[in-house]
């Protein structure tokens, strides 16, 4: 159930960016009085699921149709919208334009008023960033709606008293635990749940932490990014408190004199309070029973306790951090979010430029962590949860705007490479030119797309 959860939202998410995404190049296309032809949801090769026109003022509809009624060609002035059945994205042909349909035939016409072609340069420019341009301000409007709703909350990484609980990666890297992570590369860390992301982001070859009181700066091998790009989980967790939320009545404990609130501050008269010091103490102590010192209601008793050959005493732990920690809560007046959420939006860009950088350094092999739908599906939570879909849902939107304003033929920046090369030239490229990168870049695409997807089959299966 869950996996169908995942790729409901998967669907729902892609399919709905893509319309905006087209949306935009229909609109700024329309907006000039340029003919569209088709408006399509995935791609229609040998036939589409439906195809919807407006004929005499009436909606026809074609399902299952390898090629259009005839009856539609009456009307060619108006806009064949479909649904494809090859899930890859979507289309907006927009006559007199070399793009993914190849239609050669329309361009061997002479030039007509309605066509891109015929168009000035700078108004087919802003049709090429039409859907950059409405995937962007789609972020923004979904950050807005968020922060008005559910507003943020969030741990501030000076909050986090008891400093960090670190994986064996954070542990070679130079972090230990306990550590107050006071900045990554000379640039302070705002929120706790960043720490990984910034280290990542700004590739940090320098940590400046308070270490038992003292501040203490080391470095940070370069040789370390490439494992932590490829770890799926966080290398770093805010220590707590060892608090015990309830005691499931079928626990090996459960008459053992323990209670909801009780706070661990020993074990066998050894000193510790924080949940993964007592975890480990436990550990070390399977199949045996220990003394445990509780704090409860600021008065100390000694309890008695089985410990499982797993080392777990069957108790449920509190790990609600705000019941520890200070947590910051952001909540805005509906005009207040706007702003809020197009800073937000534009945090997000540089991030992710940053993060796309990595991927064209070959010294971090970040191209090993490119993934496909498989990925992008496993990023969504196994439960539907609205705030969740939205904040995954404005981050894709991001992407799909800056993956597509990259110079690379078959993409829209690849596009307006050569609308900007015709603007300081003054000279078109011919289209043959444009055709032979049109079917390079649609290659390239390929061939990435497979090799993304093979980095999932290999991740997933192997």
């Known amino acids: 159930m869950e996996v169908l959860i995942k790729i409901i939202q998967l ?21 000039f009085k340029m003919r569209v032809d088709k408006f399509y949801l995935c791609y229609n090769p040998w036939f589409s699921i439906v195809r ?71 108004q087919r420019m802003f049709v090429m960033v039409g859907g950059v341009l409405f995937n962007v301000l789609f972020a923004v409007l979904v950050y807005w709606g968020m922060l008005f709703t559910w507003g943020e909350r969030y741990l501030a990484n000076k909050d986090a008293a008891y400093g960090v609980q ?29 720490i990984q992301f910034n280290l990542i982001r700004n590739q940090a070859k320098e940590a400046t932490v308070i270490r038992h009181g003292d501040t ?35 626990s090996r404990n459960a008459h053992a004199g323990l209670h909801a609130g009780d706070r661990v501050v020993a074990v066998d008269s050894l000193p510790v309070f924080i949940l993964q010091d007592v975890r480990q103490a436990l550990q070390q102590r399977k199949s045996q029973t220990v003394q445990l010192t509780v704090d409860r209601h600021d008065t100390l008793l000694v309890v008695p306790v089985s410990v499982s050959e797993h080392g777990a005493i069957g108790v449920v732990m509190n790990n609600l951090l705000g019941c520890f920690f200070p947590v910051v809560e952001k909540r805005y007046s509906f005009f207040a979010a706007l702003p809020a959420g197009v800073s937000k939006g534009y945090t997000t860009i540089v991030n992710y430029v940053k993060e796309l950088g990595l991927i064209f350094s070959p010294k971090t092999e970040a191209y090993k962590s490119l993934g ?3 990925t992008i599906a496993n990023i969504f939570p196994g439960t539907w949860d609205w705030e969740t879909f939205w904040s995954i849902t404005a981050m894709l939107s991001i992407m799909l705007a800056v993956l597509n304003i990259l110079p ?15 603007i300081i030239t003054r000279r078109k490229p011919s289209e043959k030119a444009l055709e ?19 980095n999932d089959i290999v991740r997933n299966f192997f």
């Open 11 to 31: 669907i729902a998410s892609l399919s709905l960016l893509i319309i905006v995404h087209e949306l935009g190049h229909y609109l700024f296309a329309r907006l």
């Open 216 to 250: 203490v700066t080391f470095r940070i091998d370069e040789r370390y990014m490439k494992a932590l790009l490829n770890k799926r989980h966080f290398v770093f967790e805010p220590r707590i408190p060892f608090e015990i939320a309830y005691i499931p009545d079928t």
């Open 436 to 454: 032979a990168a049109q079917w390079f870049g649609f290659m390239l695409l390929i061939l990435l797309m497979a090799f993304a997807f093979g």
């Open 166 to 194: 670190c994986d064996t990666l954070a542990m070679e890297m130079g972090f230990r635990h306990g550590d107050k992570i006071l900045a990554l590369e000379g640039l302070p860390v705002e929120r706790f749940q960043d």
């Open 52 to 122: 919807i026109k407006r004929i005499k003022g009436r909606l026809s509809f074609s399902w299952f149709s390898p090629a259009p009624p005839d009856s539609w060609k009456a009307c060619p002035g108006k806009t064949e919208w479909g649904l494809g059945w090859l899930p890859f994205g979507g289309y907006c042909k927009i006559a007199g334009m070399v793009d993914e349909s190849m239609d050669k035939e329309q361009l061997q016409q002479p030039p007509q008023p309605w066509e891109f072609r015929t168009h000035p340069a700078w």
């Open 408 to 422: 690379i033929p078959a993409l829209d920046g690849g596009h307006l490479m050569f609308v900007l090369y015709e």
């Open 372 to 374: 496909s739908f498989i």
